[in-house]
């Protein structure tokens, strides 16, 4: 079956630090790849994605490549910032996002002034 | 964007008793909705997969006498947690597939005590 295995962290981090959160997947088929980010209190947001090797997805200065060789799909930003703190969960779906998401444990990013 | 709410979103009972969970996609119509559970650090896990107009798809090892799943129309679906215990304690979140878009909307979660 599918799985994403991803960091728990807490990874607490100092204002404009890089942040690498890594994320690796087990899939049958070819599946698309997300980050979803859950801000304290509140619900799941769709952060980027992609759908098929190569790809990047951007958002909000975030990004992550879909790497078909690894696996993996890590999730980096260059300056974090204290609005950055929440739980970030790595997911995939083999039907592009409207079949059921798997999703990795969460790792949550405590940002620090 | 499109929003996805979640009613109630935070609930109290008492053991025994059967509490309804509403999801609904405010401004898109969904064929699909998924119910997933997320217990205290950990991630979340997909109960079911909720068709309008059809019965639910649950998960292995998901009661479905005990998880009621209801999508009555393209913009609701219901979960009723029925004869609740407090081992059913945790977060509910539901999503939406908007079809157009081909991307799942999650709504906000509903989180479940059970004293």
């Known amino acids: 079956g599918n799985s994403v295995t991803q960091m728990e962290g807490p990874v607490t981090l100092s204002e404009e630090a890089f942040l690498t959160i890594n994320c690796t997947y087990t899939?049958?088929?070819?599946?698309?790849l997300f980050w979803y980010v859950q801000y304290p209190g509140e619900g799941l947001q769709l952060l980027l994605k992609a759908t098929k090797a190569d790809d990047k997805g951007s958002n909000k200065g975030f990004e992550a490549t879909y790497r078909k060789e690894t696996t993996s799909f890590h999730l980096e930003k260059g300056s974090v910032q204290v609005s950055d703190s929440a739980v970030y969960f790595c997911a995939l779906s083999e039907g592009g996002g409207y079949q059921k998401v798997t999703f990795g444990i969460g790792t949550k990013l405590q940002v620090i002034p | 964007g499109a929003v996805v709410s979640q009613h109630p979103s935070r609930v109290i009972c008492k053991s025994g008793t059967s509490v309804k969970i509403e999801c609904r996609s405010l401004d898109f119509q969904a064929t699909t909705m998924f119910w997933y559970r997320q217990f205290p650090k950990q991630s979340l896990m997909l109960m079911a997969t909720?068709?309008?107009?059809?019965?639910?798809?649950?998960e292995q090892g998901v009661e479905k006498d005990k998880f009621l799943i209801n999508h009555a129309s393209l913009t609701l679906s219901t979960l009723t947690v029925t004869s609740a215990h407090p081992e059913d304690s945790s977060f509910y979140i539901c999503?939406?597939?908007?079809?157009?878009?081909?991307?799942?909307?999650f709504g906000p979660g509903t989180r479940l005590l059970v004293l």
């Open positions: 909720s068709n309008e107009g059809s019965k639910a798809t649950y």
């Open positions: 999503s939406a597939h908007n079809v157009e878009g081909q991307t799942q909307y």
């Open positions: 899939a049958t088929g070819y599946p698309s």
